[in-house]
């Protein structure tokens, strides 16, 4: 099976860094994304790796290490609008040319606090 | 450029009907996934169509059903809907079908009694 495992909820103050894990179990796999959901908003793109290591972007970075199935997303210097629900979401499947899917996992709520 | 527009925005049904969302992407983007997202089981996988073809699909019963226009547009369809089928209802557009990388619509709220 497919699974992408990451915490349900993380708390952070205004300025501080945060680093938002996810596991997972793929077959076939060829990314991992990023995504940020406000309440009652659409998820946003945020950041890709396809290799591993860290992408920076802005504030934010992302983190990979295919061989440990592990990714993570650092946010730094917080602001209360970073206050969402962030998605790792992992492209996989047997095929390339459109023939996978991306499997999201289920979220991890940060609440950003001043 | 426009976003993925997605209609209705909400909606409200009772069991056993049958519901059609549709979901318009950005112009130019050829590919359309949609996902049902309920709180706390983050967004699940439906279908991918790519120029008309269903060239994914998610585990879900075949009461889900979907397809593309020319134009890209794509629809979907639930038959005969249980409580369980309330959710938001996403679509997302790619230029390409193994894009990482998907512009959502706002969604479609569907509340089923």
């Known amino acids: 099976g497919q699974s992408l495992e990451q915490p349900s909820e993380v708390t952070a103050v205004e300025g501080a860094i945060v680093q938002i894990n996810c596991t997972y179990q793929?077959?076939?796999?060829?990314?991992l994304s990023w995504y940020q959901q406000h309440d009652g908003g659409a998820p946003t793109f945020l950041s890709y790796?396809?290799?591993?290591g860290l992408e920076e972007t802005g504030r934010f970075s992302s983190f990979l290490s295919r061989s440990d199935s592990y990714g993570y997303l650092l946010l730094q210097e917080l602001q209360m609008k970073d206050s969402a629900s962030y998605f790792c979401?992992?492209?996989?499947?047997?095929?390339?040319?459109?023939?996978?899917?991306?499997?999201f996992g289920a979220g991890t709520r940060l609440a950003v606090h001043p | 450029k426009a976003g993925v527009t997605q209609t209705p925005r909400y909606l409200i049904k009772t069991r056993g009907q049958q519901v059609t969302l549709s979901c318009s992407p950005i112009s130019g983007h050829r590919s359309v996934s949609w996902y049902q997202q309920t709180p706390g089981q983050g967004l699940q996988f439906l279908f991918e169509y790519f120029s008309e073809t269903q060239r994914n699909k998610g585990n879900f019963p075949g009461r889900f059903s979907g397809r593309q226009f020319s134009n890209s547009r794509s629809e979907m369809n639930v038959s005969t809907l249980e409580l369980g089928d309330s959710a938001l209802y996403l679509c997302a557009s790619s230029g390409s079908g193994s894009s990482y990388e998907q512009y959502f619509g706002p969604g479609t709220r569907l509340t089923v009694t």
């Open positions: 793929t077959s076939g796999f060829y990314g």
């Open positions: 979401a992992v492209r996989a499947g047997y095929f390339s040319g459109g023939y996978n899917k991306l499997i």
């Open positions: 790796n396809a290799l591993d």
